[in-house]
């Protein structure tokens, strides 16, 4: 926790002039502050409730990455990586600081990853005070000594109500998340999402770290056993990453993005969590709900009169979110550093219900289903629409992942085998059937399997008691301690073989159609990770 500071610092060199700096402010001044302004209100959990506005989510149509020296041969130009010329960017960002020049701001030093032989400073500059208390709990606290001698590296602009001129500005439309390798300067306008603020930070860590460290940034959730085992939980949004990684039995390392060196140690770039809270419930996931305190931020729920929050509550969006910072876990890694992983999870909600709620993948299915990063989205409230839509995203982050996917599968690939690491797909979608047939694999049983392999009790494969699955070639295994058998084999839940199998034929196509874009750039142990069979 950071004690306040009388540190005064200036934002000329930045371009912003005659402001009224508020430097450093703590959680608890931003919270008032933010009350003060009507720009949140607090709910019964003690938290601040914030509405991010016209956006709920991140806009990654709208994320560029300035092309220059440093970049153009480096970064896997696609359509999620777009590029954005430099003199715009000079242009864009004169217009941002003259807007901000004569108002007050926000502004919090900070730094990223928990190895300080990664650590990297940054200053967050925001309009308003709850933008800068999700940069405190989200990025990395120094203290006031640390504060003294402060020299910030990467700059975060942030300015909600900024709107640019696409015609202009050289943008699609008013709003942007722009980064800049050559100045050092993440520039975001015209959104109040504050997930832009931290993966803006995140995406250039996930290209620097590994073009000049040799270190592969993951897009992960992580936890330590007492013995000292460290576990690394991929996923994408809604699959459980933080919900399975915030074990009562196990210490957290991070939540969402970490690296992992060539000196064989996992750290968390955070300095907090990002939880979606759709559905939330303290019997379910109470260290969660415990963590919604002073100092959190609730974004985009719903409460009633006395500030009692509705967590099932959709109206304005199913990506409601809580960020607090990590200390608000009880059961913590302190620093949150853990040595080499021992088992590696990527965690999935297959809506089609064919893939098995446990499997072992070996180092070439580990690199495939890496670069494939495959969940399933479920058909919103369209009546009469049921059918899951197959959504894969590289490395379960391709919108942070500024290199191309097969970099980061093959360091991934490399450093699974040199560290011995066990790797398992994890479905926590639908068992029986798929979405609107079957039904959520209940959590306690995906609890129960995860819990097996991290004390070992899920064997080694032999035929006898592991079972290769006919279309995706994973071992899933037989039994597993307080897992229903039968629930281990999804066609046998499903009661109709024809049904199962056309559907899980459907979905290994859309896996081999989306793989044709990585697939030159792909080596030969890669390719042979991928489903094998075909629909006839």
Not at 45 to 50: D, H, P, Q, T
Not at 475 to 500: E, F, I
């Amino acid at each position: 926790m950071v004690d306040h500071t009388t540190k005064s610092i200036s934002l000329i060199d930045l371009g912003i002039k005659n402001a009224i700096i508020r430097y450093q402010l703590t959680s608890e001044e931003l919270q008032e502050e933010t009350i003060k302004k009507d720009q949140g209100v607090a709910s019964s959990l003690g938290a601040i409730a914030v509405n991010t506005g016209e956006f709920t989510g991140r806009s990654p149509k709208d994320r560029f990455i300035v092309k220059d020296a440093i970049t153009k041969d480096e970064v896997w130009w696609s359509d999620i990586n777009l590029p954005f010329d430099s003199k715009k960017f000079d242009l864009l960002y004169d217009k941002v600081t003259s807007y901000l020049s004569g108002k007050e701001v926000f502004v919090r030093d900070s730094y990223a990853c928990a190895d300080e032989s990664y650590k990297l400073n940054i200053r967050v500059i925001t309009e308003y005070p709850w933008s800068n208390l999700f940069a405190y709990n989200m990025f990395l606290r120094p203290t006031v000594t640390e504060l003294e001698d402060f020299s910030p590296e990467w700059t975060v602009v942030n300015a909600p109500n900024f709107m640019a001129n696409p015609k202009e500005d050289g943008t699609r439309q008013h709003n942007f998340a722009i980064l800049n390798f050559t100045k050092k300067i993440a520039l975001i306008g015209g959104t109040g999402y504050t997930g832009e603020i931290k993966k803006g930070i995140f995406s250039a860590l996930n290209f620097l770290l590994p073009v000049y460290k040799n270190t592969l940034p993951m897009h992960c959730s992580a936890n330590i056993g007492k013995e000292g085992d460290t576990a690394i939980f991929f996923g994408l949004s809604g699959t459980g990453k933080t919900t399975l990684s915030t074990d009562p039995e196990r210490s957290l390392i991070g939540d969402d993005e970490h690296g992992w060196t060539a000196e064989n140690s996992v750290f968390n770039f955070e300095g907090g969590c990002y939880a979606k809270v759709i559905h939330l419930s303290q019997q379910q996931e109470p260290e969660i709900f415990s963590a919604i305190n002073k100092g959190a931020i609730l974004e985009n729920v719903v409460m009633d009169a006395n500030g009692v929050v509705d967590f099932t509550d959709t109206s304005i969006t199913q990506n409601t979110r809580v960020s607090y910072p990590i200390h608000h876990i009880e059961n913590i890694q302190v620093p949150s550093i853990g040595k080499n992983p021992k088992n590696i999870f990527f965690l999935t909600a297959d809506a089609f219900g064919v893939l098995p709620p446990i499997s072992k993948l070996t180092p070439s299915q580990a690199a495939y289903h890496f670069i494939s990063g495959y969940t399933a989205k479920v058909a919103g409230t369209e009546a009469g629409v049921n059918e899951p839509t197959p959504s894969f995203s590289a490395c379960f982050g391709a919108p942070f992942m500024p290199l191309h996917p097969t970099r980061y599968a093959e360091m991934l690939s490399e450093k699974m085998q040199e560290a011995g690491v066990n790797v398992w797909l994890v479905n926590t979608g639908w068992s029986g059937g798929q979405y609107g047939v079957g039904r959520r694999m209940p959590l306690k049983y995906t609890r129960a399997m995860i819990t097996a392999v991290l004390e070992g009790k899920l064997k080694d494969y032999t035929y006898e008691d592991y079972h290769i699955h006919s279309v995706f070639g994973v071992a899933q295994p037989r039994t597993c301690p307080g897992v229903p058998s039968a629930l281990l084999s999804p066609r046998k839940t499903w009661n109709n073989d024809d049904a199962y199998y056309k559907t899980a034929f459907k979905l290994s196509n859309a896996f081999r159609v989306n793989f044709k874009q990585f697939e030159e750039f792909a080596n030969e142990e890669i390719r042979r990770g991928g489903p094998q069979r075909y629909a006839l």
